[in-house]
């Protein structure tokens, strides 16, 4: 089907969805928003790239503005600072490329490269300030963003947040060793793993300095906000999984839900798909429960005193943005040239990867 994505420019584009991917529920229920710094956005985090060299110039002027990386977080992180929105918006285009870096290696068989980025991101991750000048520019890009998102809260946030992202290295190590062994996760293998790279608890810590606020841990941790919080994250990792199936198993991918389903409950492509279909929309449906749920909680929060009030807007905040996510992760899949795969010369390379960043030559 036909819609309109009413996104990323003045003139809303049409969008075609195909109908296997298309939720009607998303495209009425959760309209998109834009934060309003978006266009300088774009054009700022384009800079950033070439500046960082994560890109080269002749890519990024060929291909940055329809990647939509921008686009995405700017469709999920309403109400942010400009300059907390410039922070979140780079490190995204810095994790895209460190993706795309982890599937090079694994491609042209680096196991060495590879750990040695692994062993450099930890420390970077610890010691932003002195990684800033990093001969690679995948570390010194990801220093310079640690150092700029360590400085909005504070230090209990940061160690959170550096808590969280150190799972993420090591998560994607053992991606790296499962496709390299050829080892297809079990599905609930799976799923714990895809929290983890998918890196479900760093979008959702960003929430907090984009609402200005540290959200305490017995909020954070109460059943409604938590709950609230990973379906927004099952919704992307899982609409991601539907959106790519087919090209991963023409690549021989082995991390995806409906690989897993094939490979281990002996499901076949159509009864795959369909399978991650009804649990995406089940996401949907069970977020528009805990939505009520938060809201409930987020109101209680208030006690008439000055904190009790900010707590409350705070997290209706944060509750807001979890819901901008479903509809700002749909049309990323259906806009971004990162998943038009079917108009690049060679299907094994995207066009966009830049082999400096890629650790090519």
Not at 206 to 213: D, F, I, K, R, S
Request: proline share 4%; glycine share 4%; net charge negative.
């Amino acid at each position: 089907m036909h819609a309109f994505s009413h996104g990323t420019s003045s003139t809303p584009t049409v969008v075609a969805v195909p109908p296997a991917l298309s939720l009607p529920v998303i495209e009425t229920m959760f309209p998109r928003q834009l934060h309003p710094y978006w266009p300088r956005l774009q054009e700022n985090t384009r800079s950033w790239l070439r500046e960082m060299r994560l890109m080269s110039a002749d890519k990024v002027e060929e291909y940055a503005d329809g990647l939509c990386y921008t686009d995405l977080m700017a469709g999920y992180y309403i109400g942010a600072s400009d300059e907390v929105m410039q922070a979140i918006a780079d490190y995204s285009a810095w994790f895209f490329v460190w993706d795309d870096r982890h599937d090079r290696d694994v491609i042209h068989g680096r196991p060495a490269a590879w750990r040695r980025l692994r062993v450099q991101l930890h420390a970077a991750l610890d010691s932003p300030r002195e990684h800033l000048h990093h001969q690679d520019p995948l570390v010194a890009g990801f220093a310079d963003s640690m150092v700029r998102l360590y400085s909005f809260l504070n230090k209990k946030w940061n160690a959170r947040f550096a808590f969280h992202f150190h799972a993420v290295i090591e998560a994607y190590d053992r991606e790296f060793r499962n496709r390299t062994s050829g080892t297809v996760p079990t599905v609930e293998e799976y799923l714990e793993l895809r929290r983890l790279t998918f890196a479900h608890w760093i979008w959702t810590d960003l929430l907090e300095p984009t609402a200005g606020c540290e959200i305490p841990a017995a909020v954070r941790q109460h059943s409604a906000y938590r709950r609230a919080a990973l379906l927004s994250q099952e919704f992307a990792a899982w609409y991601n999984d539907l959106c790519s199936l087919p090209k991963e198993i023409a690549g021989d991918e082995v991390h995806n839900l409906g690989i897993s389903l094939i490979h281990h409950q002996r499901l076949n492509l159509e009864e795959a798909v369909t399978e991650v279909r009804r649990r995406v929309e089940e996401c949907i449906t069970e977020f528009l429960d805990a939505e009520r749920g938060l809201a409930r909680f987020a109101d209680e929060l208030d006690d008439g005193t000055v904190y009790g009030k900010e707590l409350s807007i705070a997290v209706k905040a944060c509750l807001g943005n979890m819901r901008n996510w479903f509809s700002s992760v749909y049309w990323f899949h259906h806009e971004s040239g990162r998943y038009s795969v079917d108009s690049w010369d060679d299907r094994s390379t995207p066009p966009y990867v830049n082999n400096e960043a890629a650790g090519e030559s």
